[in-house]
């Protein structure tokens, strides 16, 4: 939903009521993940995407039924599906996608979602998808880490899921928990999607040079809020990096471990020196590796990296934690200009989140998605 939450909002406060599609769940080859979403208006307009292009006309018409008063529907598509190839879906996966009315009576707290969500506060929600009952199809409870808003019909059917949903919203997971009818977990008849809003994650990249630039702008367009920090005011200024969210002039190992001891950084967390300078290199690096962040990359030829190394291996830093560093940075593309090695640490990036081995996909066999 975070895809289109801007037009939502914005038709949910003028008192519209649109029809919106969301993936609740995926299989195999499927192309958008869970939480992708899919409005339709009353005037015929359609916003977002739920599948590339593949199953928007069948959900097109899935949301306007709805908004002339069906009850929320759960519908699967898939190449196993009689009618798959007649919506399209013809990729190999499998959606499962949940219709439903949104306006001020069927989701009166969505301004409070749309509002942590601008707010970087994290939020969960949490909709019942399938039920028994179907009465109680498509009732949301909201949640926050410290707070809840709302019920789905009662106090241990409440209980159980929000004790789950923290979990999930604490990783930044969004998916399908099954329970009984009544709550119970190890129950089943009643499917509960868990859309997490966590903020963004963060980019931190160290070094105000031309490759800085360029990785800043790949950062942003993954979805990074991209802070670049120099300790050099001639390099790191907002006319050299503009659209990136922070540009710090402070010296990098400073500045991270201050950004550490205030809670910023988390395992989402991308750290990128870029500096190629001893100086700089080798403390923001002995900061960064002994921190529980997701990815560490560092700029250099293999001489540069070598020597790097012996530098930190002087200043105590363990093999263990010397292992977490990726240098020379980003995939074997042959890569020459910013641009092009900003794509490569990118695509270094994505390997390692979704287990990709960074080979072309025409030269192997399988699925070209990885669990």
């Known amino acids: ?29 499927a192309p958008r993940p869970p939480g992708a979403s899919m409005l339709v208006t009353r005037e015929g307009e359609a916003v977002g995407s739920v599948s590339g292009g593949c199953v928007e006309g069948a959900v097109y018409e899935e ?7 069906s009850e929320p529907v759960l519908r699967r598509y898939g190449v196993s599906d009689d009618d798959a190839f007649a919506v399209g879906l013809t990729c190999g996966g499998i959606l499962d996608i949940f219709v439903e009315r949104i306006d001020r009576e069927t989701f009166p707290d969505l301004d409070e979602v749309a509002a942590s969500v601008r707010a970087e506060e994290p939020v969960a929600v949490a909709t019942v998808i399938e039920h028994p009952e179907q009465a109680k199809v498509g009732t949301h409870l909201l949640i926050w880490r410290e707070r809840v808003r709302g019920t789905l019909g009662a106090s241990r059917v409440d209980d159980a899921v929000i004790d789950d949903v923290r979990g999930m919203l604490a990783s930044g997971r969004s998916g399908v928990i099954e329970y009984g009818p009544e709550g119970q977990r190890r129950g089943e008849g009643m499917r509960v999607f868990v859309n997490s809003f966590e ?7 160290f070094g105000a040079i031309d490759f800085a630039a360029a990785m800043a702008r790949m950062g942003a367009f993954l979805g990074y809020r991209v802070t670049v920090c120099d300790a050099r005011p001639v390099f790191a200024t907002n006319s050299r990096f503009p659209g990136v969210d922070d540009v710090v002039v402070d010296w990098p ?35 960064a590796l002994r921190m529980d962040v997701g990815y560490i990359g560092a700029m250099g030829s293999r001489r540069t990296h070598e020597n790097r190394l012996t530098r930190l ?9 010397l292992s977490r560093v990726s240098s020379p940075i980003g995939l074997d593309l042959g890569a020459r200009t910013p641009e092009e090695t900003a794509v490569s640490i990118a695509a270094e990036l994505i390997a390692l989140r979704w287990g990709g081995r960074g080979v072309r996909l025409s030269d192997v066999e399988g699925p070209i998605h990885h669990d």
């Open 63 to 69: 949301g306007s039924t709805v908004l002339k008063g």
């Open 253 to 287: 190992h400073r500045y991270l471990a201050q950004e550490a001891e205030e809670g910023r950084l988390d395992e989402r967390t991308a750290v990128m020196v870029l500096t190629h300078d001893p100086k700089f290199d080798v403390p923001v690096l002995k900061e």
């Open 313 to 321: 291996r002087e200043e105590g830093v363990t093999e263990e934690e």
């Open 199 to 205: 903020p963004p994650p963060r980019m931190l990249v």
């Open 1 to 29: 939903m975070r895809d289109v939450l801007d037009d939502l909002t914005k038709r949910w406060e003028a008192g519209e009521s649109v029809g919106l599609g969301t993936v609740v769940a995926t299989f195999r080859s």
